[in-house]
Structures are given as C-alpha cells and as structure tokens.
C-alpha cells in the first residue's frame, strides 16, 4: 500500500519540494533528463516523503563539511590508518546522533534510512557503528566461559580485531547440575576499557585483510576460564537463580533455540537493504556513464550513447528495474520487523507473535540471499558495462562489488539460509494435504491456499502485449512456487522410501528442488509487493505507467531465469510462450531507457557520497575524470626507482646457467 502521508506530499505543493531536492547542474545528462516521462522529484518524494528526505540531506550534508569524511583521491592508506579513520568516523557518527529516541519511537524506519545513508559513504564506518550501535542498544542487561578448542574459537567478529571492549558471545549453557540448556548469549568483556589490553583468560585479535570492508576490524576470540557475572546472560529466551537454578519462560528446547536466533532476522533484514543500496550505488554510476558515453553509430560521423544499444539497455534496466522493487520489498520487510520487535518488547506470547516469529525468518532467510545476489551481480555487470572506466578504481565499482560480496556470507551463507526458507515452506504441506484452513500473518504464504487450483493453470498470454503487465508473471510465480512445492515434496518422500536418513533426505532434495523453490517463493513475495504497490489507483497518474514499467519488467526478467521449469512442469508450451517473454522485456527495456536517468536521479546520493566521477550527476564524463586524476599526489611524478629502469640496466643473459 503507498503511505498515504507520501502520497499527499508527492500530489501536493510542488514548489517546497525544491528546497528539498535541488535542481542537477546542468550539462550532458540534460538530454536525457528531458525525455524523462516524470518529474523525479515527485517520485523522490512519493517513495521516501519529505521528513525520510529531511533526514537524508541533513546526514549526507553534515558528512560532506566535516573535515573527517573528506575523501583522499590518488591515496593509498594502510590497513592500519583505514582501521584508524574507520574507528574516528564511527566515533563520529555517536557525536552527531542523527536520531533522537523520540524521533526512532515515531518512525522507525529512520534507523533503516540512518544506516544505509552512512552506508552509502562507506560500508566500513557503517557497519562499525552499527555493531556498536545495537550492541548497546539492545542488551541492557556466574558464569565460566571456555573455548575448548581452536574449532571453536570465535572467528570473523566485527570490531573484535582491534578495539570492542565487550562481546555478546553465543554459548552452550550448562548450569552446576550438569544440565544441558541449549544456547545463549552473554555479555563478555574482552579487553580493559582504559588500554585497550586482553582481559586475563582471554587471547583476542586481528584476523587480517579481508577481500573488501578493510576499515572494519575483524577478529578472533579464545576464552580460558574467563569469569562473567550472573547478570550477563542476555535473558531473552532463559536465566539462572543465585543458586544456579534454570528457569525459562519457553520450556521447549527447539523454541528456545529460535528465540535466541530470533534476532538474527533483524540483521538478514538490514542486509537485505544494505545490499539493495549497493544496487543504487551501482547503478546510479553505469547509467549516468552510459548515457552520457558515446561509441559508434549508424553512421561514420555520429556516435550515440552506449545506453541506445539494446544489449546495454538489456543489461542495466531489469537491475535498475529490481532495485526499485527490492527497494519497496526493504520498506515492507522492516515494517514487518517493527511489528516483531514490538511484540518482543511487549513480551506478546500469543500464537500469532511465534508466528510472525516464523515468518519474518522465513522472509529474510531468502531476501537476504536474494539481494545480496542481485547486487552482486549488478556491480559485476556495471563495473563491466562502464568499459575500462569501470575498472579504475576511483570509479568505485571495485569497492561495491567487494563491499557487497561478504552480505552474500555473513549472519548465515546464502545457500545455507534458503534451507530454512524451504523448510518453512515444506511445513505447510501438511495443511495443504489434509486440506486443513491457513494463514499466515503477512499473508506470504496465503498463495498456498489454492495450491491444488493454482497447479491447473497454464500460461494463457496471446501477444507481446499481453504480457506487459506485472500480473502476468505473478500469475506464472504462483504457479512456480506450488508446483516446486509439489517437487520438493515428492522428492522427499521418495528418498525417505528409499531407505535414506531424514539428514540425507534432506540433502538430496536441495538443487533444483527446496532451493529453487526458497529462490521463487521470495521473488514471488517481492513482486506481489511490488505489484500490488504500483496498481494502487491512489499512486498520482504522472507517476504509475513508470512504476508499472518497472513492475513488469522486474518480474519478467527474474521469471526468464526460470523458463527451463515452467515448460518441464506444463505450465508453458510451444515456442510462443517464451518468445512473448523475451519480447516483452526488450520491450520494456526500450521504453524505459528514456527514463533510466531520471530514475537513478530518484535515489542517487549526492556526488560527495556516490564519490565517482563517472558517476557524478553534471554527467561531464571527462572533466570529472581528469579532474581526479590530476588531484591525485604522485600521477605526474617520476617513480622513486627511475634509476633501476635508467642505470641499473639489466644484462641479459647474465644469470643463464652455464652448465
Ligand atoms: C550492516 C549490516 C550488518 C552487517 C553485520 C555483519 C556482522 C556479521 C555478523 C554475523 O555474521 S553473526 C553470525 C551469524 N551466524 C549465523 O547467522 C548462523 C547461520 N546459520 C543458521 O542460522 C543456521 O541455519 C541454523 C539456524 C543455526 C541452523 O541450525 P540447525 O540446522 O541446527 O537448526 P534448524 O533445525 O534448521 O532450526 C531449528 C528451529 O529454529 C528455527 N530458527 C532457526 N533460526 C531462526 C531464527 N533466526 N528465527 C526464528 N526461528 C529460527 C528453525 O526454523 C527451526 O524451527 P522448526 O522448523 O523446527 O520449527
Ligand atoms: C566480513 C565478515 C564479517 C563477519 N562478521 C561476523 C561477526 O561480527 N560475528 C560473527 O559471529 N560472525 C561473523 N562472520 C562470520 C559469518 O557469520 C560466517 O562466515 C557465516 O555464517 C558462514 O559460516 P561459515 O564461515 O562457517 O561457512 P561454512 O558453514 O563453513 O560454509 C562453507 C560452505 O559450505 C556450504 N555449506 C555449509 N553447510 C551447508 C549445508 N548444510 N548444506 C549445503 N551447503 C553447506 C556453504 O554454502 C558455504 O558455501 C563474518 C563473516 C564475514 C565474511
């Protein structure tokens, strides 16, 4: 549903959005912005509303005049002084406190634009701040910790390697009794607060340099006996009597288990958005590069923008077009968590608060892997489409792409999080068998209801045309997810009979079964999102053909992935029906390419943030190119080892063996 309160901003007094959101400096970009077919400051505030884009410009703006966030062009830093300017920014940003408690309490999705705003700049002084963040938000709250061996010791912990001074350790809790209690987190301290040094008992350090996010200090963590006290268990799911007794509200071990992972959603959910802000990022460069990046023509005198070749438009658009879908998916997705989180705090213990529990997981356990994929594959396709441009690492893409790569691995490897989804999905077959009524609270699941209806249908669109619109590939989704359901199913039952362990079962029933269907349930869920977003008939009449373009065609290109199955399980057939689906993405592609400026325009940040020059909004491609080149402080030097090239000549042959 569109925020009515966005809606009545973006239809209402068009002149006190200009304050808000400055014109672009004009230059080669303009040819495209005048084709646009909307106003993107209408749309800017349609999707965000004037207070999001408040919040937004005073953060960027205060990042861009303080002298700490300045940029270094043409200089390398060390890990060491990156680690050091990452640790001054995030102390930084505690200084600003963008957000009071009050102003989260209104509206929590500002803690969501918060971070991803900082983001934006750099992901290292983010997440750093982040850790921090909700580490302290979120625990207010006598134990022995022991690691028994290095297979245990804790690896990869962010803002371990060189200075957190407390960790929330996940541990097997066994209390005087010998009792096993399953796991629980508690508060540790790890190093003294006044020098930094390991507390006794504790060995804690830097695990090295990483592919990417090397302002973040990772590290690692062995406990010898290190004593905490009583109240340092994080009480969310259990606790422990003066006299060692365990007393837990939730008496089922397995739930136990879910509770005390439960707030892993809430990070696979900033991860969704992280990654779906890396795709702005990303984007806003290669198709600002593209449209104002001239090669070839029809003719030997006039070249054109890449961006008028179909095979740039096919590479760029459905990315652009995810990012807008995912991007409203993100905004559903933490409102959904809002509603999880109240009811934790509310200390609900009604079904329907385990159920959200349940669905909410479900959700970010394939979003997470979702997005994360997405972006990783739109860096790598935008780094490429910008030519060698893209490669140069001013231009930023390099540092997307690897910034990006560790969201596909971190709080659960993708491929490993999609099980989890699959296996909620599985758990509702039993409904569907006994044709038992079901529900879910976000209603993600509702599709099912019609399982046994939905496996008749057929792919029925009779022209390109037809095939247009969002609802076509919704309709062909829903029919994906419950016939994958279907196969799964059956393919376990199959492996059961056959003699195997329910672990190998399970196993055996990943590729091409629980996994793809993980993969379609979640891009299903996205777009019936979306769609049911952009058909809103209160969404202004200048504004929804673009948006239902991009509904369409983000759910044709991510369906054409799934072609090979809708024709194995019947639902498509004959040449047409594939042929209709390509050449409705073409299509769409085509109509979209005029507005493709305007709608990165929409979210890019401003240039200080995007901090590349191919990808600065004045679109002068060359000047801001060079401009960079020259700043850096060595381009034009001779290299401090002329001599080995001038003097010291080589002489060949010299140290061939003689023998
Ligand atoms: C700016 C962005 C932030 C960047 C942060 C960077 C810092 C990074 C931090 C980290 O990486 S922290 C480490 C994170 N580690 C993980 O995420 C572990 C990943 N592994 C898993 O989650 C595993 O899948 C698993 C859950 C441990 C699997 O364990 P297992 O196979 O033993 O359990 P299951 O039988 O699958 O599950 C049991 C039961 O529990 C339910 N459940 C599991 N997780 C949750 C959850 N998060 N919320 C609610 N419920 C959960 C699961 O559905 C099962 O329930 P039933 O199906 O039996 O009813
Ligand atoms: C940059 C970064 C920061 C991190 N920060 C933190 C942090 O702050 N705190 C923290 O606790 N952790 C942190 N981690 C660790 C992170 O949570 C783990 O790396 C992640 O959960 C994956 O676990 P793993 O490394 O043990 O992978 P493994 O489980 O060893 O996986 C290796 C491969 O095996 C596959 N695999 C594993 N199990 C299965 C299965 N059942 N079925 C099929 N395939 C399987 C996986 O798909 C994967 O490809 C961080 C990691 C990174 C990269």
Known sequence: MASTQNLKEATGNHSSWESLLPDFPKGPLCKYRK??????????????????????NRIFSALESDPLFVHHPGEELSREKYQELTFLRCKRLFEYDFLTQQEIIENPLKIFHMVL???MYDWSPCIQYLLH?????????????????FEAAKFWIGNMGKHATHAVVYAQLYTPDGQYQGLHSFLVQIRDIKTLLPIPGVVVGDIGKKIGQNGLDNGFAMFHNVRIPKENILNIAGDVTAEGKYSSS???????????????????????????????????????????RCQFGPTDDEEIPVL???TQQWRLLPYLAATYALDYFCKSLFENLTEFYLGLLTKQRSQRQADIGREIHALCAASKPLTSWTAQQAAQECREACGGHGYLAMNRLGEIRNDNDPNCTYEGDNNVLLQQTSNYLMSWMHCIRDKVPFESPFGTINVLQDYHHILDWKFTAMSVEDCMDSSVPLAAYKWLVCYLLRESDLK??????????D????????????????????????LQRYHDYTHDPDIPSTLQPVLKNLSALYGLWSLSKHLAVLYQGGYASGEQAGRFIQNAILELCYRLKDDAVALVDVFAPPDFILNSPIGKANGELYKNIWGEVLQGSKTLNRPSWWTEFCINRPVAGRLKSKL
């Open 503 to 526: 672990f190998e079962a399970k196993n055996n029933c990943q590729v091409y079964y629980c996994r793809s269907l993980a993969i379609a349930f979640i891009e299903q869920t996205v």
């Open 133 to 149: 963040f909700l580490n302290c938000a979120s625990y207010l709250l006598e134990f022995i910790i022991n690691t028994p061996d």
């Open 35 to 56: 084709k646009a077919s909307f106003n993107w400051k209408e749309m800017a505030v349609l999707l965000d509303g004037k207070d999001i884009i408040q919040l937004k």
């Open 492 to 501: 376990l039952s199959k492996e059961k009979q056959s003699g195997r362990s």
């Open 308 to 310: 008028e070749y179909q």
């Open 250 to 292: 939730v008496k089922d071990v397995k739930e136990r288990f879910s509770a005390a992972l439960g707030s892993l959603s809430s990070g696979r959910t900033v991860i969704t958005a992280v990654s779906m802000t890396n795709l702005k990022l990303a984007l806003s460069i290669a198709i600002r590069f593209s449209a104002v």
């Open 117 to 119: 705003c900082i983001g």
